[in-house]
């Protein structure tokens, strides 16, 4: 076990409280992956908590919680409880409890359902081990009650399956064919967190192949014509036809759409590096199945990276041609921008000066 952590499990045990890393830590731990989320569950009451870690800079939850950062991690620490009645995907009522395996069962599937210990012991009281090593997904307690509590759990099954590359069980499958349509009631922030999941693995491709068999795109309003993997989310994104109330950020749009439009270009040259830079140029360059190190190279090498560098501006311009402001300036900047990332002029003032006063008549 990682040291950071086991110094938070023995703040709480040294308080004579209960506590152990569960879910999808201990999960990808025993799959041999790395992973940042860290879940601590606990008897210790959220009140308890702000006292033990009155010394951390931490922050208490609604959900009755407290999260805080330890070096790299993202921890959270969760009191033992049940829930009661769900509205749109959520308890609106919770009771604490000090009983590790009633907490147990309000977890969703037994591949995130096993705890570990101080000692870094796998503690499974529900068969969780046993399906991770058959690589298959199956839900804690009543399947349907599960499910109809929290929509989010069919997607939640399907980015497992995806991610991991384990199969449903057979009732998960018969659920979903039957029960697609409620995916449509899961809000659409948590839709987007769980496709971007499934966008960065590796599987997408047969991921969303079998999304497509299911229909469950047809339902999120989803379609594509091919796909090629990308290890950036803009560029999966790029990829895909979205509802138009699909929740991307500005910053998220604008890139997409610029991917787009080198992609729809056909080709990674000067002109590209230089308007659009190396992250964009890069990432459609991907998608085109260029190599990232030799546009990257291609990028380095540029004599300017932008208009600012260029070694004469608007005001100079309006000097040597006697002219009064207007396109005419962006115009003749442009020209010589392509000229000298094309090697035909160095970036000099003296020689881009000369150049504009040998070819007035180019433009005036």
């Given at each position: 076990?990682?040291?950071?952590?086991?110094?938070?499990?023995?703040?709480?045990?040294?308080?004579?409280?209960?506590?152990?890393?569960?879910?999808?830590?201990?999960?990808?731990?025993?799959?041999?992956?790395?992973?940042?989320?860290?879940?601590?569950?606990?008897?210790?009451?959220?009140?308890?908590?702000?006292?033990?870690?009155?010394?951390?800079?931490?922050?208490?939850?609604?959900?009755?919680s407290i999260k805080l950062l330890v070096n790299k991690y993202n921890v959270d620490i969760t009191t033992y409880r049940k829930e009661f009645q769900y509205i749109e995907g959520k308890p609106t009522q919770i009771e604490y409890i000090k009983d590790l395996e009633t907490d147990i069962k309000r977890r969703d599937f037994t591949i995130n359902a096993l705890y570990m210990d101080k000692n870094g012991n796998i503690i499974d009281k529900i068969g969780g081990l046993n399906d991770l090593r058959n690589k298959i997904i199956k839900v804690i307690g009543n399947m349907e009650d599960k499910f109809n509590e929290d929509p989010l759990r069919i997607l939640r099954a399907l980015r497992f399956k995806i991610t991991l590359g384990f199969e449903l069980d057979a009732k998960i499958v018969e659920y979903i064919h039957q029960n697609k349509n409620k995916i449509a009631l899961i809000s659409n922030t948590r839709k987007k967190e769980e496709i971007n999941k499934m966008l960065v693995s590796k599987n997408v491709i047969a991921g969303f192949e079998y999304l497509n068999e299911l229909q469950i795109l047809d339902v999120l309003g989803i379609k594509y014509q091919n796909l090629k993997y990308s290890d950036d989310i803009n560029a999966m994104y790029a990829q895909l036809e979205l509802p138009d109330d699909f929740p991307l950020t500005k910053e998220e749009k604008d890139n997409i759409k610029q991917i787009n439009k080198i992609v729809n270009y056909g080709k990674i040259d000067l002109g590209i590096l230089f308007n659009y830079g190396l992250y964009l140029s890069s990432v459609a360059g991907d998608l085109l199945g260029l190599n990232k190190k030799v546009i990257s190279e291609q990028y380095n090498s540029l004599p300017i990276k932008s208009k600012n560098q260029l070694d004469i501006d608007g005001d100079d311009i309006q000097k040597i041609l006697d002219i009064e402001p207007s396109k005419l300036i962006q115009q003749i900047q442009d020209d010589l921008i392509i000229l000298v990332l094309n090697g035909k002029l160095t970036n000099e003032k003296e020689v881009l000066i000369n150049y504009i006063q040998e070819n007035k008549g180019l433009w005036l």
């Open positions: 076990m990682i040291e950071d952590l086991r110094k938070i499990l023995l703040k709480i045990i040294d308080k004579g409280f209960q506590a152990y890393i569960v879910g999808g830590y201990v999960r990808d731990y025993i799959l041999g992956k790395e992973t940042n989320d860290i879940d601590i569950c606990t008897d210790a009451l959220p009140k308890d908590l702000t006292e033990i870690f009155a010394d951390e800079n931490i922050k208490v939850s609604s959900y009755g």
